[in-house]
Nanobody, 121 residues
Framework: QVQLVESGGGLVQPGGSLRLSCEASGFISDYHAIGWFRQAPGKEREGVACISSFDGNSYYADSVKGRFSLVRNNAKNTVYLQMGSLKTEGTAIYSC??????????????WGQGTQVTVSS
């Protein structure tokens, strides 16, 4: 059974950093594209970042480029979203998702429950 579990959310001050984890079970995450999404209150879900298994490249939304980065830990079957220089508009529920395939495309097949990130002073 495929399962994704996020952790690492919490309260952080503007300008601070946070690392989110997406631990996979039931499949080998290195063989699949893994994406991170967020949904702020009253807003639609938006894609934040994705790491491809096809070419190893990572892709980022313009709003987080240069501040967020993705790292795989294959030994732990985990993908991390390292977030820096956080802004108040980054307050949202962050979820990870996996594809059956290796490329970052628009549709994801498996989803985690999400973890809350609150950026506030």
């Amino acid at each position: 059974q495929v399962q994704l579990v996020e952790s690492g959310g919490g309260l952080v001050q503007p300008g601070g950093s946070l690392r989110l984890s997406c631990e996979a079970s039931g499949f080998i995450s290195d063989y699949h594209a893994i994406g991170w999404f967020r949904q702020a209150p009253g807003k639609e879900r938006e894609g934040v970042a994705c790491i491809s298994s096809f070419d190893g490249n990572s892709y980022y939304a313009d709003s987080v480029k240069g501040r967020f980065s993705l790292v795989r830990n294959n030994a732990k079957n985990t993908v991390y979203l390292q977030m820096g220089s956080l802004k108040t508009e980054g307050t949202a529920i962050y979820s990870c998702a996996a594809q059956r395939g290796v490329k970052c495309v628009t549709t994801f097949d498996y989803w985690g429950q999400g973890t809350q990130v609150t950026v506030s002073s």
